[in-house]
């Protein structure tokens, strides 16, 4: 798929699981388990899927996926597998190490978005694109550094610290235009200060959702996360963006989907927004 000068490619780091539940919110299992069925513990199958921006003069990142260096413990409560792929092997196979990234929007910085911004390298955190500016909003980044008790074990801030303390970060404010053709849009339902990220030209427009709608069977507006701060919040955003990008026929890339990759949406006879077309990759 292409975007005025960006070619867009999907970037698939690894696949975690989490619990099913705390990811479709009040909506009962009965639903969520026909099209996200759940392991014997109650966790359903996410991938951590970034999307690279290739163009001349440029390569941008979204999001780095949950990255590595995890504890035992860790990797076995969340089931992080990188055996398949990983952000240096998907990387690779379209050419580009991390050194080429020239940019790197982090959506929020949470584990599984964020994770794999640092790496460990002789005991020392180190940025994994070392060349590269990375864009967070400082609301985000000032939750994260001192979050609630209710949401503290999401963030890591070793994994997002060190690239601010080496002036590596311009922080954003708000909806904003980052660089010709790429604007990232403020959302507070998830998290305070999660920025979504918006592609566009004269014709073609996608958007990164992000953990706004993390699946295409979050498309049903109920269909929230328990993990949302400010759940209300969530249902407004997700009811402007999705009426949007229905007016204007824009497509939809998911992060967390280990199904499809994005969507189409339209409305059925009742009004309702749903799925129109769903693309494995990008079309």
């Known amino acids: 798929m292409k975007i005025g ?5 999907p970037v698939e780091t690894c696949s975690f699981k989490l619990d099913g539940g705390a990811m479709f919110g009040v909506v009962p299992k009965i639903f969520w ?51 398949q792929f990983s952000m240096e092997k998907s990387l690779s196979q379209n050419g580009v190490n991390p050194e080429d990234i020239t940019d790197v929007i982090i959506t929020h910085l949470h584990f599984d978005h964020t994770g ?4 460990l390298v002789d005991g020392q955190w180190q940025p994994s694109f070392p060349n590269a500016t990375y864009y967070i909003q400082k609301k985000q980044y000032d939750w994260a550094m001192n ?6 074990a999401s963030y890591y801030k ?21 660089i010709e053709g790429i604007e990232v849009v403020e959302i507070n339902g998830h998290t305070f200060g999660q920025q979504l990220v918006k592609i566009s030209d004269s ?10 709608i993390p699946f295409t069977s979050h498309i049903p507006l109920p269909y929230i996360m328990g993990y949302d701060l ?5 249902l407004k955003e997700k009811i402007d963006i999705l009426n949007q990008a229905v007016e204007e026929n824009w497509t939809l890339f998911f992060e967390h ?8 949406l339209e409305r059925n006879e009742k009004g309702a927004i749903v799925i129109r077309e769903k693309f494995e990759k990008l079309p």
């Open 158 to 178: 070793e994994r997002y610290k060190p690239l601010a303390d080496r002036n590596m970060v311009v922080f954003t404010e708000g909806n904003q235009k980052l």
């Open 5 to 9: 000068s960006y070619q867009l490619i």
């Open 33 to 83: 388990e026909k099209t996200n069925p759940p392991d014997e513990q109650n966790r359903i199958l996410l991938h951590a899927r970034c999307l690279l921006l290739n163009s001349p003069g440029r390569k941008i990142l979204i999001d780095t996926g949950v990255g590595s260096n995890w504890s035992e413990k860790f990797a076995g409560i969340y089931c992080i597998d990188n055996s």
């Open 203 to 212: 014709d073609t427009t996608l958007l990164y959702c992000a953990d706004l």
């Open 230 to 234: 400010q759940p209300l919040v969530t």
């Open 116 to 119: 794999g911004a640092t790496k």
């Open 147 to 152: 979050p609630s008790l209710r949401d503290k």
């Open 257 to 264: 989907d280990p199904y499809s990759a994005a969507a189409t």
